[in-house]
């Protein structure tokens, strides 16, 4: 372990670091690997806990790594600190992916990155809602004239397209941090309305059309209930 370090990126920098290695132990690896698993990939072998401090700022991190089974393919992550991102439920692959990309290019301080990946973001849910002839401009339209995404999804989901054009054509444009934050958080909105939340409220529906059907109706109730004497 003497020298040892991982590359990773400190936030209080706010610029990659070889976070130098101080303490390792073993032990299971943790659920956020395991979300992390490829399909064919049954599980994570033990996992190797690092605590590493980045040379700079002195900042500390906690760092896990494992291998999967059966193919020994290399997983890591940051535990701490913990990034202020959350993983948006019932994504597709493609646009899961795209998300999570465009989350690393910002947790690692490349903003114009972050932004183009955003706009792929866009891309791949109108893809897979069908949605695939036209330019993205003509495409969003198409989702929101047929209801899939509210007018104000819309000017949000149109405003991070055209963000999107300037930050991968213009070569001299700057991308701020706050551009940044802004562009993910736009997005998730999207995806938690276009994915999570309508799940939910179908789920949410379903469940109180079947408690309304297992409820005795009043009639069948009265029919039941013991004649009173008189």
């Known amino acids: 372990m003497a020298n040892e370090s991982i590359e990773g990126f400190c936030p209080e920098c706010n610029r990659m670091s070889e976070l130098q290695v101080r303490s390792q132990a073993r032990a299971t690896a943790p659920r956020q690997l395991f979300d992390q698993l490829d399909p064919g990939e049954d599980g994570l072998r033990i996992a190797c806990y690092s605590i590493a401090f980045c040379p700079k700022c002195e900042g500390v991190f906690l760092h896990v790594a494992a291998t999967s089974e059966p193919s020994d393919l290399p997983y890591e992550a940051i535990l701490f600190p913990t990034s202020n991102r959350r993983d948006v439920s019932g994504l597709p692959e493609s646009v899961r992916r795209t998300f999570r990309s465009a989350q690393s290019c910002f947790d ?54 055209l963000v999107g054009n300037d930050a991968a054509h213009d070569l001299d444009i700057q991308i701020s941090k706050q551009d940044a934050v802004d562009s993910i958080d736009f997005v998730e909105a999207i995806l938690l309305y276009v994915f999570a939340l309508d799940q939910r409220f179908r789920d949410f529906r379903a469940r109180r059309v079947e408690a309304k059907q297992q409820r005795p109706s009043n009639k069948a109730m009265q029919t039941d209930a013991p004649l009173a004497r008189r």
């Open 108 to 161: 690692t301080g490349n903003f114009k990155p972050c932004v183009v990946m955003c706009r792929k973001c866009l891309e791949a849910v109108c893809t897979f809602l069908g949605v695939k002839d036209g330019s993205l401009a003509v495409r969003l339209r198409t989702l929101r004239d047929s209801g899939r995404i509210e007018a104000k999804l819309y000017e949000w989901a149109d405003e991070l397209r």
